[in-house]
T-cell receptor
Framework: GAVVSQHPSRVICKSGTSVKIECRSLDFQATTMFWYRQFPKQSLMLMATSNEGSKATYEQGVEKDKFLINHASLTLSTLTVTSAHPEDSSFYIC?????????????FGPGTRLTVL | RKEVEQDPGPFNVPEGATVAFNCTYSNSASQSFFWYRQDCRKEPKLLMSVYSSGNEDGRFTAQLNRASQYISLLIRDSKLSDSATYLC???????????FGIGTKLQVIP
């Protein structure tokens, strides 16, 4: 199988603090990792795409200085939400793909629910 | 117009019924199409890819209509365990960029 884990699964933090979310591919090497967020009753929205060792590509409207992505190895990517505010409260999901082709399957992590007070 | 549009539902159907969902997409250059299933507050899981020729996996049948730019998912003999949100996912032609629909909620009732 292809298993992707995320940590933590749930985090509550105060406004102004930074939160780091880890995404790991446990049994395969992920050429590409993706970060999404999902607000209630809305679709998953792609935030950024990252390849190991390269800078992430951010979607329009996503602040790269606020959402720091590090893809240090083929099995680990991290998303840091800096100076979090209540409007950043959301469900953050990562996915990982073995290949770089358009038809390669994305395997999703279980998600991290962020609540900013 | 949204890139990927789905009727959010909910679709409430009795056990054993056949139910079909459609999903329309706006980018005619889209190359790959998928149906994912998402249970409440969980991550999406791939249900099936959608091919031009149509494909079937047990009780599930997916079809693609490029001329009208829509894909469909048919579920036969619905089970209670089929209750979930079904997400239409379209590769927009860019480097592995996919766009998710809002999802169609299915509730199978006894």
């Amino acid at each position: 199988g292809a298993v992707v884990s995320q940590h933590p699964s749930r985090v509550i933090c105060k406004s102004g603090t930074s939160v780091k979310i880890e995404c790991r591919s446990l049994d395969f090497q992920a050429t590409t990792m993706f970060w999404y967020r999902q607000f209630p009753k809305q679709s998953l929205m792609l935030m950024a795409t990252s390849n190991e060792g390269s800078k992430a590509t951010y979607e329009q409207g996503v602040e790269k200085d606020k959402f720091l992505i590090n893809h240090a190895s083929l099995t680990l990517s991290t998303l840091t939400v800096t100076s979090a505010h209540p409007e950043d409260s959301s469900f953050y999901i990562c996915s990982a793909s073995r290949g770089a082709g358009n038809t390669d399957t994305q395997y999703f992590g279980p998600g991290t629910r962020l609540t900013v007070l | 117009r949204k890139e990927v549009e789905q009727d959010p539902g909910p679709f409430n159907v009795p056990e054993g019924a056949t139910v079909a969902f459609n999903c329309t997409y706006s980018n005619s250059a889209s190359q790959s199409f998928f149906w994912y299933r998402q249970d409440c507050r969980k991550e999406p899981k791939l249900l099936m890819s959608v091919y031009s020729s149509g494909n079937e996996d047990g009780r599930f049948t997916a079809q693609l209509n490029r001329a009208s730019q829509y894909i469909s998912l048919l579920i036969r003999d619905s089970k209670l365990s089929d209750s979930a949100t079904y997400l239409c996912v379209v590769n927009s032609g860019g480097y592995q960029k996919v766009t998710f629909g809002i999802g169609t909620k299915l509730q199978v009732i006894p």
